[in-house]
């Protein structure tokens, strides 16, 4: 990696520490901050975090990080950390939206202008919503100092413009996007009714909005996490300043708009909802593309969006991605259960026994890759699952067990053993037992023994049930 993103990771990390206490252990890491010093550091850090990233090298053209993920800047959700865990057995750098520069930007007038037509509190409470995005970094930052996991500020290119922009198009947006793609998402919208609630909150109606009224909000079928939401408002003219330059007054009223212009505003909408939802995703993968990363979809409807309308259709070309998915599906209690610094130790001192089970996996799930039906192919990757841990595992402990009885030396020595080479010169009293056993039996024999135990595909697993 470059030098000056380790030193500006390096800074970024020294930040939070200095500022929030960061660290695994740590209790409540805003204790003692006033509201205004609090976002006063939340902006000094996006001023660092942009340094840190603002640079030529970001934009990788190398291939020297080995496989890598990057995760949506536009999601409403950050990647579950086990997600993020058990995608550390397969990929070498793991890039995800960092969420405290999401909390650092200030609200535009537009915004306000909109809260204040609606009768809605713009933004949220800080102090709450930095306490999770400090949680969840807190929770991965043994992936971070190990170098798998970086933050980088990507809902940057998400935020709304400084202006309020209007726009207008004669076919009502229809043309924004090619019209097989148009009509891919129109088949997958769900437009809802909108009302506002007794707290003053705008919320989505399970009723579909057949009919007329004055919000909808608009998601689509397995991408409900990332919404839209549209008001149909009225303007007054105020009076004209300049030529092209004019005010306005805009209101919602209380009673139903004429069914004509609602149709016409609602079908504009849906393209302008589907046209905005695609170009977020074509940055996505513009990041991922310049990156030489592999993109993470947030969901199964952009993973659908891809598949379907965005990735070539060459011969083979999908099939890496293809197999990725199916990895990060795998579900393994042994690794779900363990914890991140666990997990980075393990990947960090066990790289050679890390790649057998990548290539196990690999091979294994190769054949599952043109298996059409998901039911099919969730039952396949379970059967691989059930032979990971109730097969291969045991076979491993099996073998540690016929070895451990054969030197007749406690598991703990042997473990320790198993996990380094063991030396030519020089011995410790720990290890006393197995030069003994090498003396007698051939060192030759003994390392081999031990070697063909630590290249078995489960051999990395085994040894996080035994930490």
């Known amino acids: 990696m470059d030098s000056s993103i380790i030193a500006g990771q390096e800074q970024i990390l020294s930040f939070l520490r200095e500022h929030f ?6 209790g409540n890491p805003l204790a003692g901050i006033p509201e205004q010093q609090l976002r006063n550091i939340i902006a000094d850090y996006r001023v660092l975090s942009l340094q840190a990233h603002n640079q030529p090298s970001r934009l990788r053209t190398d291939n020297t990080q080995g496989d890598t993920l990057v995760s949506s800047g536009f999601q409403m ?12 057995l397969y990929f070498d750098k793991f890039y995800v939206d960092d969420p405290l520069v999401r909390l650092s930007r200030g609200h535009r007038d537009g915004e306000k202008a909109i809260g204040k037509l609606l009768s809605v509190p713009v933004g949220s409470d800080l102090r709450e919503s930095v306490t999770s995005a400090l949680a969840y970094m807190q929770e991965l930052l043994p992936a971070v100092e190990e170098g798998y996991l970086e933050f980088l500020p990507m809902s940057v290119a998400f935020e709304p413009p400084k202006q309020l922009l209007v726009n207008a198009s004669d076919c009502f947006f229809e043309d924004s996007l090619p019209s097989h793609i148009m009509n891919w998402f129109w088949q997958r919208a769900k437009v809802q ?3 506002k609630t007794e707290e003053g909150h705008w919320v989505g109606l399970p009723e579909a909005a057949d009919e ?16 839209r939401m549209f008001f149909l408002v009225d303007q007054e003219l105020k009076k004209t300043e300049s030529p092209g330059r004019y005010k306005t007054r805009m209101f919602l009223p209380k009673g139903r708009p004429d069914e004509s212009r609602f149709n016409a505003w609602y079908y504009q909408s849906v393209n302008q909802a589907s046209a905005d939802t695609y170009l977020r995703v074509a940055h996505d993968l513009f990041v991922a593309h310049k990156m ?32 990725d998915s199916l990895l990060l599906r795998i579900n393994l209690p042994v690794v779900e259960s363990a914890s991140t610094s666990h997990l980075m130790a393990m990947r960090r001192e066990c790289q050679e026994e890390l790649h057998s089970l990548r290539t196990f996996l690999r091979e294994e799930l190769d054949t599952l890759q043109d298996i059409e039906d998901p039911a099919a192919s969730d039952r396949a990757v379970r059967r691989v699952e059930k032979h990971l841990t109730q097969e291969l595992i045991p076979q491993v402990e099996q073998n540690v067990r016929k070895l451990k009885g054969e030197l007749a030396i406690d598991g703990v020595v042997l473990l320790a053993e198993l996990g380094a080479v063991i030396p030519t010169q020089g011995f410790s009293l720990a290890l006393l037992p197995i030069v003994v056993y090498a003396g007698v039996r051939g060192i030759r024999a003994c390392r081999q023994y031990i070697a063909s135990i630590k290249k078995h595909p489960a051999y990395f697993l085994w040894r996080l049930t035994r930490q």
Do not use: M
């Open 21 to 26: 206490r960061l660290s695994p252990k740590e």
């Open 77 to 88: 959700q950050l990647p579950d950390p086990k997600l993020i865990r058990r995608s550390s």
């Open 193 to 195: 009714r909108a009302e």
């Open 212 to 227: 007329p009224c004055r919000a909808i909000w608009i998601s689509y079928e397995g991408h409900e996490d990332v919404t």
């Open 292 to 323: 030489e990363a592999k993109y993470l979809a947030p969901t199964p409807f952009v993973a659908d969006l891809l598949r379907v309308n965005l990735l070539p259709k060459q011969g083979g070309g999908a099939a890496p991605d293809l197999l």
